[in-house]
């Protein structure tokens, strides 16, 4: 373990405003960034997102803007189906057209940090958002369609060489009629379920490995389902391993869901609670989803994959 590591969990974690965004640093090693008024165009469905994310050892973990799909930001809440509406980007996917672009790109909307409450090892920021609609035209309002509670935390985990981001989502229908949540798997595309807490790793990653309860391998984690799921990738330059976790709570609906995880092409995981059923959200039932991403350096054998899975859960739990 380096220096670096081993005095990580003794160092304060603080955070900074730009206006436009949130960023958190352990001693003088940025972290983490959350953009929450991105300037994207509204074809890329605008939405706050995680990026850049680094480990302790400042490798950084994540991509945005990749040019094969521009609409990919670092780490965020993205989901392609919504009704008629795509929170995801690009084209949508849908039995009669296809992949076609439908001018529905939504926007996820920053409203307000209600809270940001700090200590020595955890940050948590509460947020709300308004979902709408692509507007009719340049300078219009969209139709309201999603009211969500955020919460989100950044937390240094025990374990030294590890942290994580706790998220929290509550989105409630305010569109006056049921919105049906999907994925172009549930539109007909097999294997094509993406659409949650979605990561997009860093060029050099393509290739890494997943493991989880079920063992170690790459594509074919597609669609499978654990409470955990990790990747481990390997960088340019520094020739470094890193490894990114998620750990789903398995309070929420329809725990233990499956996961988007791909490894040839390009590196990227997420949780898919979507993937190949439609999941409706009724007005007045709001639906909730809570995870933990662990970021950490080197790679994950199976003894310290479920250590550091148990020590997320833990830090979930008591988050709640």
């Given amino acids: 373990m380096t220096t670096t590591a081993q005095s990580a969990v ?142 989100f935390a950044i937390q240094l985990l025990p374990a030294g060489n590890a942290w994580a981001l706790l998220f929290e989502t509550t989105m409630e229908n305010v569109s006056g009629g049921q919105i049906d949540i999907g994925s172009p798997t549930t539109e007909g595309r097999d294997n094509a379920g993406y659409g949650g807490l979605f990561w997009r790793g860093p060029r050099s990653f393509t290739g890494g490995e997943f493991r989880s309860e079920n063992g170690t391998g790459a594509d074919e984690f597609m669609g499978t389902r654990s409470p955990w799921i990790a990747f481990t990738g390997q960088h340019d330059v520094t020739c470094r391993k890193s490894s990114i976790l998620f750990v789903e709570d398995q309070a929420n609906p329809g725990a233990a869901n499956q996961w988007f995880a791909r490894s040839s092409m390009f590196a990227c995981l997420g949780s898919a609670p979507f993937f190949s059923e439609v999941v409706p959200l009724k007005v007045s039932e709001p639906l909730s989803y809570r995870y933990a991403v662990v970021i950490t350096d080197g790679s994950l054998e199976d003894e310290q994959a479920a250590a550091l899975a148990d020590a997320a859960k833990s830090a979930l739990d008591a988050w709640a």
């Fill in 10 to 151: 003794t160092d304060t974690l603080s955070y900074s405003d730009d206006g436009r965004s949130l960023t958190f640093t352990v001693g003088d090693q940025d972290i983490a960034s959350y953009t929450y008024l991105p300037a994207d165009d509204q074809y890329e469905s605008p939405r706050p997102y995680f990026h850049p994310l680094t480990t302790l050892e400042g490798d950084e973990v994540t991509i945005s803007r990749p040019w094969d799909h521009v609409w990919h930001k670092g780490l965020s809440w993205a989901l392609p189906n919504v009704g008629e509406h795509n929170f995801w980007g690009g084209a949508t996917y849908t039995r009669e057209t296809g992949y076609a672009n439908l001018d529905n790109n939504g926007a996820m909307n920053h409203q307000a940090f209600t809270s940001i409450e700090e200590s020595g090892t955890c940050i948590t920021a509460t947020e709300t958002m308004l979902w709408t609609a692509q507007p009719a035209g340049p300078g219009q309002q969209g139709q309201p369609l999603i009211s969500e509670k955020r919460r």
